[in-house]
Structures are given as C-alpha cells and as structure tokens.
C-alpha cells in the first residue's frame, strides 16, 4: 500500500461537494448505504451504485493484511534490491524495451520521463503485468476498508473513484479487480490515480490499466511528469527526480531501488 499520501490530496476532488462523509464502524449494510447516497452525489448513476454496492459484505482477510502493513520494508536496501531485482527480471526488461521501443519513445516525448524508470517500475509492481495484480473486487475491497475507522476517509474517497472507473466506462464491474488496498492494473494505481493520471494512450475512449500496455506506461509516465520528474535529469537518492518519485512511493528504498532497476535496464 504505496500510494496513501498521493490519494489522501485527491479525496476531496471526488466527493463533488457532497455533504458528509458516511460514518465509519457500525452497521456494514448502513453504511454501505450512506456510500451508495454519497456516490449518487457525487455523479455516479443510481444503476452503477446499486449494481456495484448490491449485496456487498466485508472481507476479513483484507483487513487482516491491512494491520500487516506497516513492516513492508524492514530489510536494509541490499537484501530488498536483491529480492526484487536479478537477471530474469533484467532479461525480460531489457526484452521489453525493444519490443516497445516506438511507444516508449511517443511517451518520452509527450510526458518527459525516461523508459528506464517507467519498465523498472512496470517490472516491481506486476514483473511487466505476468505477476500477481490482484484477485479481489475492488469495490468489496474498499467498502472493507472505508468501513474500517482508522483510515476511513482515505478508503470512502478511493471507494468513490472505484466507483467512477465504472461510470466512465473504463472499466466494467466484472473487471474492477484488485490487490489488498484497491490497487488496479499492471503498475497498481489506487483507484484515485486512475482517475487523476489515467491516459488513453491506445486510442480506444477508455483508460485501461489492466489490459493495455499503452495506457499502463503513458499513465504511469503522467503521474511521474505531473509530480515535476525531469528527463535527462537525474534521479539517484537527493535529487529533485527521487523526491518526484516519492508521488509513487514514500519508501526511500522503494525509490532507490526503481532508480538501481533503470540503471541495470539501461546498462550502467
């Protein structure tokens, strides 16, 4: 769960000026309720609402994983990097890149931010889209975790862009799946920055970052341009690029090792 405090400024921007937050805690159907009145709001259509928020029941098991969190990285960064990054991921990368190579440089130069870093991210989050990018629904997911009292505004907002992914069309319902905290697609937005970073870079009307390696990369490269990353600057731990990252990920060694992935991928 990287993305908090990149969400947490967003929330505001979803709920449309309505009213009150719903009340976390308390009976789950009532609540569920009041999120459904709060989307209805907020612009999204009574027949997404109700087909989304119909029936839906809370998950212990993403609860349980959500007081898990918090030791995510507690290794030092060699034994983080060596987990993450080796020559099977660098192999497939560098396979990428000149398999992509045209669309990587068409989000080079619209967005401003280098292949390398965009694959190396690609590859942690999803090993290119071949790994695990979540099995949950998503909206069950967050309905769970806004009910939840300990971060409940955060998870009411993010289950409100859930639910206008849907209202846009960009994904339908069956296919709003997901990680443990919401997380969508092959570099793993929180449905927030689906909906403020989401690019249709494909051309087909619809930002899908679950299916379409276009619309992954060119949405992964907005969050990092609109966040001030720089091309051709650089983006080792100090610089102006490593704070622009931190908009993906707080973690510094998260960021380090991003930044030790693009080296590899690019040779160095």
Not at 50 to 74: E, H, K, M, W
Request: positive net charge; glycine residues 12%; hydrophobic residues 40%.
């Amino acid at each position: 769960m990287s993305k908090y405090a990149l969400a947490i400024a967003f929330i505001a921007c979803l709920a449309g000026g309505s009213a009150q937050a719903a009340r976390c805690g308390g009976d789950f159907n009532s609540f569920v309720a009041s999120m459904a009145s709060e989307a209805q709001a907020a612009g999204v259509s009574a027949s997404v609402t109700s087909a989304a928020l119909s029936g839906v029941q809370q998950d212990g098991a993403v609860l349980a994983f959500d007081r898990r969190q918090r030791y995510t990285f507690n290794k030092s960064f060699e034994q983080y990097v060596s987990t993450r990054v080796g020559p099977g991921r660098i192999n497939g990368g560098k396979a990428l890149l000149q398999r992509h190579a045209a669309l990587l440089s068409r989000i080079e130069q619209q967005f401003g931010v280098p292949r390398y870093i965009l694959v190396a991210i690609w590859g942690l989050e999803s090993d290119f889209g071949k790994g695990d990018i979540g099995k949950l629904p998503v909206v069950r997911t967050l309905a769970t975790l806004a009910h939840d009292c300990r971060r409940t505004e955060l998870f009411q907002g993010e289950l409100l862009a859930a639910l206008k992914i849907v209202q846009r069309g960009d994904l339908p319902l069956r296919d709003l799946i997901g990680a443990y905290a919401g997380e969508i697609g092959q570099t793993q937005f929180l449905p927030s920055s689906y909906i403020k970073y989401g690019v249709d870079f494909d051309g087909d009307g619809h930002v899908d970052l679950r299916h379409s390696v276009p619309d992954v990369l060119a949405s992964t490269a907005n969050l990092l341009h609109t966040s001030g990353f720089k091309m051709g600057q650089p983006y080792g731990e100090g610089t102006a690029n490593f704070e622009a990252m931190r908009e993906w990920n707080r973690a510094v060694i998260y960021r380090k090792t991003i930044g030790y992935f693009a080296d590899r991928l690019a040779g160095q």
